[in-house]
């Protein structure tokens, strides 16, 4: 069984190697450092966001490209930003309601509609 010893590092030159096809794939890529990390929106950018998601909760994609157009964010910022804003309108509704809660665990709401729907619970 004969071994071929491959050095990549001299494969690395415009040189093409048949014993490593496999590998130049991943050769020819640059290295792509991670795109993570918070950014910050300027306040311009969060009150344009947060008036838009005022009016509309969810965005058509052209409506979300003419927005991160007009803002100088990507489209992908402005997508992670309206996914984020619904989670928190959701949660912060969720709260609100848990506030109304009494303390047997009914709810303020539920005790109103029971009591106009049942004629014999009315004062």
Wanted: proline share 5%.
């Amino acid at each position: 069984m004969n071994i071929i010893a491959v050095n990549v590092n001299q494969s690395m030159g415009n040189m093409w190697d048949p014993r490593i096809s496999w590998l130049y794939p991943y050769m020819n890529k640059s290295p792509q450092k991670r795109k993570g990390g918070q950014i910050r929106f300027t306040n311009e950018q969060t009150d344009a966001l947060e008036h838009k998601f005022d009016s509309h909760k969810y965005l058509s994609p052209q409506e979300r490209k003419k927005l991160a157009k007009s803002l100088s964010l990507s489209e992908r910022q402005v997508k992670t930003w309206f996914q984020n804003r619904r989670a928190k309108w959701r949660r912060v509704r969720k709260d609100g309601e848990d506030e109304d809660e009494m303390p047997n665990g009914a709810s303020a709401r539920s005790l109103g509609q029971l009591q106009t729907s049942n004629p014999y619970l009315q004062c």
